[in-house]
């Protein structure tokens, strides 16, 4: 199964010789597994790591570790990979975009961001314009928010399913157990096909939100990151913590796992990630196809003629 992990191996990472210790448990959902946000993921969690610029480091290693894969993934063209990035906002999603997929070359690699969905895709299934979004073999397809904000932010404003031209059978009672069915089986459709899928969580507190918030308003240049409807969004914190644990216990699989990213210091939220699709990439039986023997002599006569030309 190309999505499977042993959660409790442990893991070494780090520079100049120094290593620290983790788990993969420290910041995974096991699939089958109950969870409280609150209890058992710290959002100031750090691994370990007392020096930012050692994290900074490792993380331009992993940044290079994941162009080089990324190219190699393009050549051998049979797999594809597919990130999803979810959080409250301020969370650092973008951010994580441009720090870890920044030396990858643009033409394996695309961006989608989804918002509110438009008349035309609320005239088909929630999972019809992700489906138009997939990453092709060979390519690196990150989604910023995904499908799963049909069980996110539909579920914490209930009055949205009554605007989506639903029949009564799909929104009845059974909604959210239907829906997280439906992407757990989309999900696995993806895997058998070759599609490696990295699920994300970047789990920050109240109090840090607050912050980047406030942020945004008293510096110039982050004023076009502010937006008053998020500020509006927060007064329902509590309804979407339980939405988030509700959701990350019943699409959490073997073969597509979240992994809940501490992210209150941007720094480790992008080196976990960094890392951790580093690591999948790497367990990939991949390698550029090679050239017959016969294509390989014509570019040796070739070369020959180059030289003396």
């Not at 989608?112 to 929630?126: G, L």
């Amino acid at each position: 199964m190309l999505g499977s992990w042993d959660f409790d191996k442990k893991r070494r990472i780090g520079v100049n010789g120094d290593s620290i210790k983790f788990r993969l448990k420290d910041i995974a959902v096991k699939p089958g597994s109950s969870l409280s946000l609150k209890k058992d993921f710290d959002p100031a969690f750090t691994g370990g790591f007392k020096d930012k610029g050692d994290a900074i480091e490792q993380l331009a290693q992993n940044r290079n570790r994941v162009a080089q894969l990324q190219e190699t993934l393009y050549a051998d063209d049979r797999y594809s990979v597919l990130v999803i990035l979810q959080g409250m906002d301020a969370s650092g999603k973008d951010g994580a975009i441009r720090h870890i997929m920044s030396g990858v070359n643009p033409q394996g690699c695309n961006v989608t961001s989804f918002k509110a969905p438009s008349t035309e895709e609320i005239d088909h299934t929630f999972l019809w314009r992700v489906q138009k979004a997939l990453p092709a073999r060979g390519m690196i397809g990150i989604f910023n928010r995904s499908h799963y904000e049909e069980t996110l932010v539909v579920h914490v404003h209930e009055d949205i399913l009554k605007q989506q031209k639903l029949p009564p059978e799909a929104r009845g009672k059974n909604v959210w157990k239907d829906r997280y069915e439906d992407i757990n089986a989309f999900e696995r459709h993806l895997e058998r096909n070759g599609t490696i899928v990295m699920k994300f969580f970047l789990n920050i507190s109240y109090d840090e939100q607050r912050r980047r918030f406030i942020e945004r308003i008293e510096e110039p240049d982050k004023h076009w990151k502010f937006n008053p409807r998020d500020v509006k969004e927060r007064a329902h914190w509590k309804q979407y913590q339980k939405a988030y644990e509700d959701m990350l216990e019943a699409t959490s699989t073997k073969w597509a796992p979240w992994w809940v990213v501490p992210a209150d210091n941007k720094w480790f939220a992008r080196l976990m990630i960094s890392e951790i699709i580093a690591m999948q990439l790497e367990k990939l039986d991949i390698a550029p196809p090679k050239v017959s023997t016969e294509a390989l002599a014509e570019m040796l006569m070739l070369r020959e003629q180059l030289l003396k030309d």
